[in-house]
């Protein structure tokens, strides 16, 4: 056998044991990436606060600033080329993209104008459903529920929920 068949196969072994031990610690599979990295490092990697994680596949550009104990999930976009601040205590739920640029006036001028950046924050304390999509320039408040698959295109005010899309708020936290 030669050596290179060695050592793929002692690398895969080596993966189904880290596999095997991250099933039975959490009960769940994840990417090779999230085997051989700690979500814990990868966020203290960017300089974000402490006790917040952050997968190994999530997509960070730019200007990306994170407070404490806020979780971002697998698959997640997090555009910071115009600046995007998040709070503490933020839970970034798997597939959502938050973006502070946008391509749409360079697109439509073939090129002759240049990319839109703004400022985007999201406050602390927000949950972030699945699959939601944050435009440029948005600001959220503290305290905020975002619904799965909303496009969030407008401000939302602190101790809101919103959902769709556009998102539109449909209530209080704590109401029905």
């Known amino acids: 056998m030669a050596e290179e068949d060695k050592s793929l196969d002692q690398l895969i072994i080596a993966l189904n044991r880290a596999r095997a031990k991250k099933r039975a610690e959490w009960n769940r599979r994840v990417s090779i990436g999230d085997l051989l990295t700690d979500r814990r490092q990868n966020a203290r990697e960017y300089g974000w606060g402490d006790g917040t994680t952050c997968y190994d596949n999530v997509l960070v550009i730019g200007e990306v600033r994170v407070g404490r104990k806020t979780w971002i999930g697998p698959n997640v976009i997090l555009d910071g080329s115009g600046g995007l601040e998040i709070g503490d205590f933020c839970s970034i739920d798997a ?3 938050i973006y502070s640029h946008d391509s749409v006036n360079w697109a439509i001028s073939m090129g002759d104008a240049p990319y839109d950046y703004a400022p985007t924050k999201i406050g602390s304390g927000v949950f972030i459903g699945p699959n939601t999509v944050i435009a440029k320039g948005v600001t959220i408040g503290d305290r905020v529920v975002i619904g799965a698959m909303s496009f969030v ?20 936290i704590g109401s029905s």
């Open 95 to 97: 597939g959502v993209q």
């Open 153 to 172: 295109n407008r401000d939302i005010p602190s101790g809101m929920k919103a959902v769709g899309q556009p998102a539109r708020i449909i209530g209080s």
